[in-house]
């Protein structure tokens, strides 16, 4: 694996409501998430980062919701986001496309997502050594 | 995107606690992941599936947790497991090795791997049609 990961990727759930809402009818137009995917794109401008939208990352009790990844890193999933936090998306795919290993470093990553971190999925073709 | 995926892999994390139990000195040894680990691996025997051993998957606090993907599939992350769903785990594997789009299907979907989704990830390249 390179030691300097590329094309930092985030993709943003358009669906996402806001933890403890999952009532449709009491929700806003547009979602939470789908705001916070307008604030990513317009962060991004001017960087390398790439937004994607999408409509389901199945963290619904847990959103809004955006995954990242770069070219063979792994992929990171957070959680508990709004607005505010697009800034820090972005700075975080930057650290990731930086980083050795394609791991996301705790130390210098925005706080949220630290305490936002749902969970993390290995690249393809990942084999832990001596598991 | 092929119609049929093949090579399902299952990641188990080793390191996994039961859910709520964060102290490390009050766990046993070998750790419930590393008994979720040994599961899925008999439980994969003659079958197509792989089972990978590794680390972290991030999900602590809702362990233990698996990872499952095809080539080309979207990856699937479940929590609240423990060795009884060794065998869920596989069945879940070899459906989505035969899903279409790569979108392991509701029905039919061993129900632990309904209750204990935790999130599912794009694949590498994944852009949604009108998002």
Not at 18 to 30: C, I, K, M, R, V
Not at 37 to 58: I, P
Not at 68 to 80: A, D, E
């Amino acid at each position: 694996m390179a030691a300097t990961m590329q094309s930092p990727v985030i993709y943003v759930c358009i669906t996402c409501r806001h933890q403890g809402n999952q009532d449709a009818a009491a929700e806003t137009e547009p979602r939470p998430g789908a705001l916070l995917a307008a604030a990513a794109e317009r962060a991004a401008v001017g960087t390398e980062v790439t937004v994607r939208r999408l409509r389901c990352l199945a963290n619904c009790s847990r959103g809004p919701s955006a995954a990242m990844r770069c070219n063979g890193s792994w992929t990171y999933l957070f959680g508990g986001l709004d607005e505010q936090c697009a800034s820090a998306l972005i700075e975080g795919a930057r650290l990731l496309a930086g980083a050795a290993e394609g791991i996301l470093p705790w130390r210098g990553r925005p706080e949220i997502l630290k305490r936002g971190l749902i969970a993390r999925v290995p690249p393809i073709g990942f084999e832990e050594v001596d598991a």
